[in-house]
T-cell receptor, first 111, second 114 residues
Framework: QKEVEQDPGPLSVPEGAIVSLNCTYS??????FMWYRQYSRKGPELLMY????GNKEDGRFTAQVDKSSKYISLFIRDSQPSDSATYLC???????????FGKGNQVVVIP | DAGVIQSPRHEVTEMGQEVTLRCKPI?????LFWYRQTMMRGLELLIY????????DSGMPEDRFSAKMPNASFSTLKIQPSEPRDSAVYFC????????????FGQGTRLTVV
């Protein structure tokens, strides 16, 4: 069993819709939670970073962590075609070291 | 800064051949990571260096895989002998060590072993 589980199914939404992505994790030592965005044929790039439980908002993006249920979420409001990418959740006990990644969700925003 | 630079971008090799992937981290970064990405397993950490010293190689799949970091500006990942199941995209990432720092990824090397 992977330490971070993410249902890798693709997701297609119309422009302007809210995109909701989520992951679960099993390692209670995880304290740092991240969402990476990966465009086709590119390396992942950090999108959101959260320490411990709580919410973090950055523009149209909101990351949530619920450590009691070991649940990680990402919401994208007013989605744009430029948001079309694969989104990977990740977690670690030590910041950016030893990151455990989910498999990723491919999101397509249709104009 | 040009970011993390990986070479080659694409590599096609025959089974049994030696493959060497190269990485130049961002100047000033002292942590370097090698990841492998496949459809089946997603993105997996292979090995992690700090100040040129391998800290955690528990993700290296087999003895066929080896990684070196002879200096702060260069690292290699070698597969010898290569097998078709090694086909994947290999990413190198670097960061400045710290709990609240970002790891920057290179563009990746797409390896195909036939």
């Amino acid at each position: 069993q992977k330490e971070v589980e993410q249902d890798p199914g693709p997701l297609s939404v119309p422009e302007g819709a809210i995109v909701s992505l989520n992951c679960t994790y099993s390692n209670s030592a995880f304290q740092y939670f991240m969402w990476y965005r990966q465009y086709s044929r590119k390396g992942p790039e950090l999108l959101m970073y959260t320490y411990s439980s709580g919410n973090k908002e950055d523009g149209r993006f909101t990351a949530q962590v619920d450590k009691s249920s070991k649940y990680i979420s990402l919401f994208i409001r007013d989605s744009q075609p430029s948001d079309s990418a694969t989104y990977l959740c990740a977690a670690s006990p030590y910041g950016n070291n030893r990151l455990a990644f989910g498999k990723g969700n491919q999101v397509v925003v249709i104009p | 800064d040009a970011g993390v630079i990986q070479s080659p971008r694409h590599e096609v090799t025959e089974m049994g051949q030696e493959v060497t992937l190269r990485c130049k981290p961002i100047s000033g970064h002292n942590s370097l990571f090698w990841y492998r990405q496949t459809m089946m397993r997603g993105l997996e950490l292979l090995i992690y260096f700090n100040n040129n010293v391998p800290i955690d190689d528990s993700g290296m799949p087999e003895d066929r895989f080896s990684a070196k970091m002879p200096n702060a500006s260069f690292s290699t990942l070698k597969i010898q002998p290569s097998e078709p199941r090694d086909s994947a995209v290999y990413f190198c990432a670097s960061s400045y060590q710290g709990l609240n720092t970002e790891a920057f990824f290179g563009q990746g090397t797409r390896l195909t072993v036939v």
